[in-house]
């Protein structure tokens, strides 16, 4: 199976749409609605209002990638409800820099990708991934030149293409 890059629509044509207050159903049911979506190449995302659900009213972000297709006023995601009720929740500042997007990162590659999640613990970075891992989102992105490099030089090329997309 191929990667996916997270944080970009598999349907580009969703990137122009305005996806605020569409119905939002998991592969098991609804779960909320769209509070607001970014269209940022290579960093979209969605922000859901989980009170369908939950009376407390959490709301989660989902990477771009997270939507299988779009209906008459609706999203379907190809996440299920446990998947988004054990997001971390959205604290509403975004700018998803430093600590919460790598949080965010490593919760849906492992949901994505089957990696394991980071766990915050204290204040303690996320794990490193892999040169494996690395690899893969290379040849994902289409790094050329990505199997004669180091796992620093992967890193940095793999950031690059995030950004230039």
Known sequence: ?????????RDQALS????????????DGSI???DMATH???ASYIVVDTGVWNPLG??????AAAIERVGSARVFLNRSQDEIRNAPPYDGKGGFEGRERALLDSYYRAHFYGQEPWEAED???PTDRSRGELYDEAKTLGVEGRSSMT???????VDDAR???
Do not use: F
């Open 58 to 63: 959490k709301r989660v972000v989902l990477p």
């Open 40 to 42: 940022d190449v290579g």
């Open 151 to 157: 796992k620093d030089q992967l890193r940095r090329a």
């Open 1 to 9: 199976m191929a990667a996916t890059d997270l944080w970009t629509y």
């Open 123 to 125: 204040d303690k970075p």
């Open 16 to 27: 122009a749409l305005d996806l605020s207050g569409y119905e939002v159903e998991a592969t």
């Open 163 to 165: 950004k230039s997309r």
């Open 32 to 34: 909320g609605k769209i």
